[in-house]
């Protein structure tokens, strides 16, 4: 079966730093995405993991253990416009664009 | 210019209407997909097209039909809707199979009463 589980919800300072998890159990794995979705607006993509470790990107960074099937976005230096939703999605096999996406995380960032 | 457009934006019908979505993408990508997002905000895939071919069909009911008449276009028809068509209904293309990025439509918003 696919299961992807995260946090409903999670709210944070503005400035601060948040760390949103994902777990995941799929049929098979080859890809780990992040994506942002503001409220009444379009996911738009944040992050691509596939091999284990930590990817940076400015002030969001994506970590991945396959082995544990576990990932995070971590969310430095938190900003007002930061608030959205942020959905965790897994792509089961490599030859397909087919993506299973989690329930997603409302972040809500007071000042 | 936008890149993954859809039309209408909010679509409010009655039951047992039809009616359509329609996408188009100008990022010259070969796959489109139609998504679901249902009021809990969960993101489901309904159809994904690569080149105008039918590559997913994901358990839908068969009262959606996916129409391609070019890789830039993927349109939506629902027959005899239901409550539970509600939803947001978003469009989305994909050119890159490594990382499989989607852009997505900023999708309809379907209410059937």
Redesign the interface.
């Known amino acids: 079966g696919q299961n992807i589980d995260q946090p409903t919800e999670m709210t944070a300072t503005e400035g601060a730093i948040v760390q949103i998890n994902c777990t995941y159990q799929t049929s098979g794995f080859n890809?780990l995405?992040w994506?942002q979705?503001h409220a009444?607006?379009?996911?738009?993509?944040l992050s691509?993991n596939v091999l284990d470790g930590l990817e940076e990107k400015g002030r969001f960074s994506s970590f991945l253990s396959r082995s544990k099937g576990y990932s995070y976005l971590l969310l430095k230096e938190l900003q007002m416009k930061d608030s959205a939703?942020y959905?965790c999605?897994v792509?089961e096999r490599?030859?397909?664009?087919?993506?299973?996406?989690g329930?997603?995380t409302?972040l809500q960032v007071f000042p | 210019d936008t890149a993954v457009s859809q039309t209408p934006k909010y679509l409010v019908t009655q039951m047992g209407n039809d009616k359509s979505i329609k996408c188009e993408q100008n990022l010259g990508h070969d796959t489109m997909y139609w998504y679901k997002q249902d009021s809990k905000k969960f993101l489901k895939i309904m159809f994904s097209y690569n080149n105008k071919e039918l590559i997913i069909n994901e358990t839908v009911p068969n009262r959606f039909s996916p129409k391609s008449p070019d890789k830039a276009h993927l349109n939506l028809h629902i027959n005899s809707l239901e409550l539970g068509d509600s939803a947001v209904y978003f469009c989305a293309s994909s050119q890159d199979l490594v990382t499989g990025e989607l852009f997505f439509g900023e999708g309809s918003r379907l209410t059937v009463l």
Do not use: C, H, M, V
């Open positions: 890809g995405f994506y979705q009444g607006e379009a996911p738009t993509f691509y939703s959905l999605a792509r490599w030859n397909t664009d087919k993506l299973i996406f329930t997603g409302r």
